[in-house]
């Protein structure tokens, strides 16, 4: 007997192509050629190779929705529509009378809206022959999602972790193995990257460093590729099933939102949730404000500055016109280890220049105590990143500057592994983690000193 799945039924045909509706945003984003011959060449060697239909999805601006396959669809189905629910204990602690509203991204084998664009990727990636995905990983949620999609598709998965997420959460590596992925702490020995790194006095890791040891081993192995979890314009597309669920939860309940908070590593949690409702903003006319959510360890958007600069600490990627602290930026070893990353997706920067989306910075204690206030009143431990969108909803609820509104929080993931950083909160052992204003002005400098970025 052929069993009926009941929720496919529940989940979008499409996803959300932002481009189309900003096509002159996405022209911005490209680096004017004549600025691109001038780019140091050693960083040109290497670009990673998209499948077709992953480049075409990173630039069409002519087709508003993108149609999700059949496969990808039936692989959403085993863990969406996500839950979207409204937070009434935390509403009566608080004392208010705003609507807190959130999409909870956690409940899926990885544990976090990663998963949307790993089963995607991993798709796309098999179709094209590709037989061994190779990533970086920061907190280790990505890196779970793609070797749990590498395995459904059949795929060969290697990881870079950075070795201070990877100690505080060791599960995280075992979870990967037992999907079969092979995991390497990352500096790592095995990459050129990783041993430079380690010979140099008071070595440290980033994201940045991991990335740069995947591409550097990516180049090394025949039929493997590159597999990025954020930032590229195709991975925020795919992210936007979470938007688009919730533009159908919403109209069932007749609501829409005049906030909307998410936090920012690279920006595709971000613009999964924002895009689709931005564009139902725009073309019903509400208002809705879009709160891009970051760490005081690691303020790109509110701190750092417009220009072009490198994804990777090594320089083996291509350049982005991007908010950016500076690709040799070190980020100081916050528990949310997905936001760690010294840039932001280049459209989402061009969104944010153009001011159709906001951006503020909160501490870590601020979000570890809005996200322990969550879990005790709505039965949900938040991921460390989450918890950074749920602080700054709840500074604008204290301000009382969102009396009687409605607003949506995205819970990107849960904390369950991340039980230790919410302890140190408890014990009040917290390293500080803002960073000197010096500190910025250095690596700005840098950037700003580069011959490309006098125009910018
Ligand atoms: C739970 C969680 N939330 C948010 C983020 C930030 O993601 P993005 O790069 O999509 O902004 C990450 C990144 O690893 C994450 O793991």
């Known amino acids: 007997m052929k069993v009926k799945n009941m929720s496919i039924e529940l989940i979008p045909t499409y996803w959300c192509n932002l481009l189309a509706d900003f096509p002159d ?26 499948p077709l239909n992953l480049l ?13 396959p059949e496969p990808i669809r039936k692989m959403y189905a085993t863990y969406r529509p996500t839950p979207f629910r409204r937070a009434m204990l935390l509403e009566k602690a608080l004392e208010t009378r705003t609507h807190i509203y959130y999409k909870f991204e956690g409940s899926n084998i ?21 037989k061994h995905l190779i990533t970086g990983t920061g907190a280790g949620q990505w890196g779970t999602a793609i070797a749990y999609a590498c395995q459904l598709f059949g ?10 997420s990877l100690r505080q959460k060791p599960q995280r590596k075992k979870m990967m193995e037992l999907f079969g992925a092979t995991v390497h702490e990352s500096p790592s020995t095995i990459t050129e990257l990783g041993l430079k790194t380690l010979s140099e006095k008071n070595s440290q890791s980033s994201l940045a460093i991991a990335t740069g040891e995947a591409i550097e081993l990516t180049n090394k192995i025949d039929g493997a590729q590159f597999a990025v979890g954020s930032g590229e314009n195709n991975v925020l597309l795919h992210q936007t099933i979470i938007g688009n669920e919730v533009l159908n939860q919403m109209e069932s309940l007749n609501i829409f939102p005049d906030k909307v908070y998410a936090c920012v590593g690279a920006g595709s949690n971000f613009g999964g949730i924002a895009f689709p409702l931005l564009r139902h903003a725009q073309l019903h006319n509400k208002h ?14 509110t701190k750092g500055i417009y220009a072009i600069d490198l994804n990777d600490f090594s320089g083996a990627s291509p350049y982005s016109k991007m908010y950016t602290l500076g690709s040799q930026f070190i980020v100081p070893a916050i528990h949310a280890g997905g936001l760690r990353y010294h840039g932001t997706s280049a459209f989402l920067s061009a969104l944010y220049a ?3 989306i906001k951006a503020c910075a909160i501490s870590q204690e601020k979000s570890l105590a809005a996200g322990l206030l969550f879990a005790k009143h709505e039965g949900i431990l938040p991921a460390p ?50 960073i000197a204003n010096e500190v910025l002005r250095h690596n700005i400098n840098i950037l700003k000193n580069n011959s490309f970025n006098h125009i910018t």
């Open 110 to 130: 990885s544990g976090s809206h990663k998963l949307n664009s790993a089963i995607a990727q991993a798709y796309y990636y098999k179709l094209a022959g590709v």
């Open 25 to 50: 945003l996405y022209q911005s984003t490209l680096i004017d050629p004549s600025i691109r011959l001038s780019l140091p060449a050693a960083t040109k060697k290497v670009f990673p190779k998209l």
């Open 56 to 68: 075409k999805q990173s630039h069409n601006v002519t087709d508003a929705n993108i149609f999700i």
């Open 354 to 356: 153009n001011h159709y």
């Open 288 to 301: 809705c404000e879009f709160i891009a959510v970051e760490p005081v360890a690691c303020p790109k958007l």
């Open 385 to 434: 990143e989450s918890a950074y969108a749920i602080a700054a909803a709840i500074d604008d609820i204290e301000k009382n500057s969102l009396r009687d509104g409605n607003i949506i929080i995205n819970i990107s993931g849960h904390g369950l592994f991340d039980i230790a950083a919410y302890e140190q909160y408890q014990e009040n052992k917290l390293p500080p983690d803002a």
């Open 155 to 164: 795929l060969e998965c290697t990881v870079f972790m950075v070795d201070v």
